[in-house]
């Protein structure tokens, strides 16, 4: 049974930093691309982040390159959001979410951290 759990969201002010975790279990975590999507009330959910399985290549929105960073450590099946500079609007529920390089659509999610930047 595949589980992806989120960890690290919670109440910022505007200009501070927050690092999300998401640690899998139940998948080989090396031969998964990883990513980061958010979803913030009355809005569609949005990706941020991708980093492929071996190489650690990355990709990100425009809007969030600069201020945030996604890493990956497969020794620990964890992948991370480094997010500094948060704005209120980067109020969201986080969540990470994983598929296979052969996969156009992410077969797994985590349940998501909420993170809330105050002005």
């Known amino acids: 049974q595949v589980q992806l759990v989120e960890s690290g969201g919670g109440l910022v002010q505007a200009g501070g930093s927050l690092r999300l975790s998401c640690t899998a279990s139940?998948?080989?975590?090396?031969?998964?691309?990883m990513a980061w999507f958010r979803q913030a009330p009355g809005k569609e959910r949005e990706f941020v982040a991708l980093?492929?399985?071996?190489?650690?290549?990355?990709y990100y929105v425009d809007s969030m390159k600069g201020r945030f960073t996604i890493s990956r450590d497969n020794a620990k099946n964890t992948v991370y959001l480094q997010m500094n500079s948060l704005k209120p609007e980067d109020t969201a529920v986080y969540y990470c979410?994983?598929?296979?390089?052969?996969?156009?659509?992410?077969?797994?999610w985590g349940q998501g951290t909420q993170v809330t930047v105050s002005s």
């Open positions: 139940g998948l080989t975590f090396s031969r998964y691309y």
């Open positions: 980093i492929t399985g071996t190489d650690g290549s990355v």
């Open positions: 979410a994983a598929r296979r390089s052969s996969s156009s659509t992410f077969e797994y």
